[in-house]
């Protein structure tokens, strides 16, 4: 039996080793960078959570996918979206999995927890249909969690392993879109923009304190996108002079300020949090004609008048690579990994701060850096 329970602790050893060492290496450009990827978000970042949803919200159908290997997987986009390429920036050699999917072991590298039509409230979105929620988000991962430290043998430890992952936050869109501005919602009835945007961020604040206290640490936390120039919403609204909907974007604006004042009041607040803001209304400000981007102001997609999918079944445009927009709000691949590069390595230092993503994987954790030989200690004897 002694030697049984050796063996045991043996192997809880070599994996805990393998997990926090192998790190270390990162700044000489070995790949991945860190050892997981939590995220967390809507539909811009979803690949593929509402899938086995009752909700009216899931990319499900072609044309979705269809410049992605497996096709329609439940991104909003041809191919990649945000979540992907920032994957793929840090290294990751796979793409991270969606929550309740693959094998027993594929959450040690991450979660995708994202879903189409969640917000930071939990009415937001309630019309159409079923949704992960922030707050069903972060239940989601403590259920990750869990798993994480059976793996590896401990709470403690795993919370030093999960405090050198990151963690990529985007929440708010759909507060808007699918509450404060939707139909069958009385939000703006009962709040102002400015009422609105402060209930947004004391509740968001309170949300991303849980993450921490789950052992979250380098939090990247995406600002709101200009969701008055997306191509429906400007169709719904009418755009102004600046041919975008700028009440829409001032909102978002009153939302993305505050959001700024609370990321730096958690690392103030918070032992070894390192937040970051990732400023997504200045990167999605930028010049899209410079950047090769030929229509700006309509999806690739059939998109029905008023509506924002694409429409089941129908050819899309063939200049994919030209278009911003993919259907009547998300992006295109092209679009998509244009902006990730940018919030992985910053083009202007108010795209980011403190960090950029690139940046934040190298940031010194404390709590968790060199502790391998600690852990293994206390496991061997």
Known sequence: MASTGLKKWKIILLSILLALSNWEHRACGSSPQVPCLFIFGDSLFDNGNNMALVTDVKASYLPYG?????????????????????????????????????????????????????????????????????????YNHKIIESRIAKELGGADVAKKYLGRCIYAVEMGYNDYLNNYYGEGYNSSKIYTPEQFAQLLVQTYEIQLERLYKEGARKIAVFGLIRIGCMPSYIQLFGADESSCVEKLNHAVQLFNNKLQKVTAKLNANLTGAKFTYINSYEIDSENYTDLGFKITDKGCCDVPTGKIPCAALTYPCLNRDEHVYWDGAHYTEARARIFAKRAYKRQFPVDAYPYDISELAKVPNDEADGCAVRVAVKYYD
């Open 66 to 138: 269809v410049d992605f290997p497996y096709g329609s997987t439940g991104r909003c986009s041809n191919g990649l979206n945000l979540a992907d390429v920032i994957a793929e920036q840090l290294g990751s050699e796979n793409h991270i999995p969606p929550f309740g999917t693959g094998d027993c072991r594929d959450f040690m590298n991450g979660v995708n927890y994202a879903s189409s039509g969640g917000g930071i409230l939990d009415m937001t979105g309630s019309l159409l249909g079923q949704r992960y929620t922030m707050d069903l988000q972060l």
